[in-house]
């Protein structure tokens, strides 16, 4: 008997289903989160989300970070802020999906 693996796609199609009946989210938001789950899956080459340890979040974060060189007024660090907080919503909704998000 084969068990049926969820790829990522499915998880993230199934979460922001989850967020459009709890909190209405406006397209933007959507579209903005949709891509940067799909760039941390990418990162990792499809790696499924539930096998994906603390390590591989912050290298992935990691990756985000600029030399002043490159970005001398630090602008990275709102996208690096914007993603932690996205991250950590996904990761609660996947674990804990039916706890209320302020839980």
Known sequence: M???????D???????DAMQTEINPSVN???????MLNKLSHFHRNRPFAEMKREDIISYLNSL??????D????????YNSRIRNIIRFF???????KEPNQ
């Open 2 to 8: 084969q068990v049926l693996r969820k790829t990522n």
């Open 10 to 16: 499915d998880i993230i199609k199934e979460y922001f």
């Open 29 to 35: 938001y959507v579209n903005t989160n949709r891509n």
């Open 65 to 70: 970070r600029k030399s002043d060189e490159i």
């Open 72 to 79: 001398p007024l630090h602008k990275w660090i709102g996208t």
């Open 92 to 98: 609660k909704w996947l674990y804990y999906p039916t």
